[in-house]
């Protein structure tokens, strides 16, 4: 009897560890409990009303909140830039959120310092995440024109990911400087309408 209970105990103990060491899987939002159409406070509730920018845009009828990173912690692609999320003015709905890697400067001066080959080593584990929770995703070239280096989007349930990365990204002459230029990454999810 006594070892029966051992062997139940031992058994017991040994799943308890076994679901223990199971790493946890990743989220698949690009911002962990962000989703299209939550609301202001949602979304607050979640990452706090300290945002470092406000962008009220009235030929979109939107209100944007921009949160400065210092570290991905979603991608691991170790690129400072910032966070934001796009509300719809009437309605207080998500319509869009995701990322600008490459920003290491202020929102009124920014500077761009990472390299074509540091944007496309992020970039590349960037699209290799989502691919992995979406499936591969749809190369597009309809932005080549204005210094997109690669475009890929994704279509699931009721929203859409984009995926972009340039150097110079929608200039039409030349910069001063390398790092005048707008050198970065977007990745975005928006609402389908």
């Known amino acids: 009897m006594k070892k029966t209970a051992y062997c139940i105990i031992g058994i017991l103990l040994f799943g308890m560890l076994a679901v223990g060491c199971e790493s946890k899987p990743k989220s698949k939002s690009i911002i962990p409990d962000i989703d299209v159409d939550m609301t202001s406070e949602e979304v607050f509730a979640i990452v706090g009303k300290e945002y470092d920018n406000c962008i009220e845009e009235s030929w979109k009828n939107t209100i944007e909140y921009d949160y400065i990173l210092n570290d991905d912690e979603v991608f691991n692609t170790d690129l400072k830039g910032y966070m934001f999320f796009e509300f719809e003015s009437q309605t207080d709905k998500l319509v869009t959120f995701g990322y600008h890697f490459g920003n290491d400067g202020s929102f009124e001066a920014p500077v761009y310092p990472y390299s074509k080959e540091e944007l496309k080593a992020a970039y590349d584990k960037i699209t290799e995440t989502l691919s992995e929770w979406y499936g591969e995703g749809e190369l597009s070239d309809e932005n080549l024109e204005l210094n997109v280096c690669e475009e890929y ?10 995926a972009i990365y340039g150097v110079n990204l929608w200039g039409y002459g030349e910069p001063n400087s390398y790092e005048e230029g707008v050198n970065e990454i977007v990745v975005s999810c928006t609402s389908k309408f």
Request: aromatic share 20%; hydrophobic share 40%.
């Open 153 to 162: 989007k994704w279509l699931d349930d009721k929203k859409q990911l984009w």
